[in-house]
């Protein structure tokens, strides 16, 4: 899959079909994808790490977001479950269903409370607060060299 294909025909869909579409979370949630995945090369981690799907979301994260989130807000609950494959678990969800993965990734994002950035900088510096956090070895300049490498 090329990012143009990964922007057009799943990120940008699904956030659609969510009503939670923004051109600032489409480049969030692309810059992340290709950041995280290394240009779209890994769905689980590398050297066995506990990440899954193009954003690198972990299953911890995404229970804490299913559990403690979506929990206690059934409309949003309803926009990930939308796109959940029923028979799957939802960390087999996250490597199997791309369309999943945004929906979870963006779901994620959206618990953040400060808006998401327009600029490349804004957004990269926002991926590390909020995704990789403080503990994450990633930086606001490996994010823009990825993206600017990708794109």
């Known amino acids: 899959m090329t ?10 869909p699904v956030l659609k ?3 939670l579409w923004s051109q600032e979370a489409e480049e969030l949630l692309l810059g992340t994808a290709l950041h995280e995945s290394g240009g779209l090369k890994r769905i689980t981690q590398y050297k066995n790490g506990p990440a899954l799907s193009y954003f690198q979301m972990e299953p911890t994260t995404l229970f804490d ?9 059934s ?16 960390s087999e969800n996250l490597v ?3 369309a999943f993965a945004v929906a979870a990734a963006r779901l994620q994002y959206y618990r953040v409370a400060e808006p998401i950035p327009k600029k490349l900088y804004g957004q990269a510096a926002y991926w590390k607060k909020y995704w ?3 503990k994450g070895k990633g930086t606001p300049e490996q994010y823009i060299n990825h993206y600017n490498q990708y794109i």
């Open 3 to 12: 990012p143009d294909q990964l922007r057009s025909e799943i990120i940008r």
């Open 17 to 19: 079909g969510m009503d």
């Open 65 to 73: 977001l299913w559990d403690n989130y979506l929990s206690f807000r």
């Open 75 to 90: 409309a949003k609950m309803a926009l990930l479950t939308k796109y959940k494959i029923p028979d799957l678990s939802l």
């Open 96 to 98: 199997l269903n791309p």
């Open 132 to 134: 990789n956090t403080e």
